[in-house]
């Protein structure tokens, strides 16, 4: 499995929020990581990292859109809830039996849909 490189096209033009969204790309490479080490123990662990920081940035990501003229935040945040409870399913499942690189690529397409569907809309708030 390739790492993800981040790219450009993620940004949304507000630092803190695309450093996070950097933060998080980076945990789900050491999920590749270790998971192509064979380590399942290592990427069961980066996951809940991974997972503790979407968290830490929902919260963050909140506040920013309900700072924000023109955007409804409801379908976000509804989105936000929706990735918590997917994800945290694809940690229990992998805490009792991993599951390898499909349980991966799941998370990053998690991750990244999100980030495509939702987040960019905060760029046109940033990016000129």
Known sequence: MNRIEWSENFSTGHGPTD????????????????????????????????????????VEE??????????????????????????NGLKKKCEKVCSGQACVSEVLHTIISHMLKHDLKIRQHFIY
């Open 19 to 58: 450093a996070q969204h950097k933060g998080i790309i980076s945990d789900c490479n050491i999920m590749i990581e270790h998971l192509s080490s064979g380590d399942t123990a290592r990427c069961s662990q980066a996951m809940s990292d991974c997972l503790r920081n979407c968290e830490q940035h929902f």
């Open 62 to 87: 909140s506040t920013l859109l309900r700072s924000l003229d023109g955007i409804d935040p409801s379908e976000h945040f509804s989105d936000h809830q929706q990735i918590l409870v997917h994800l």
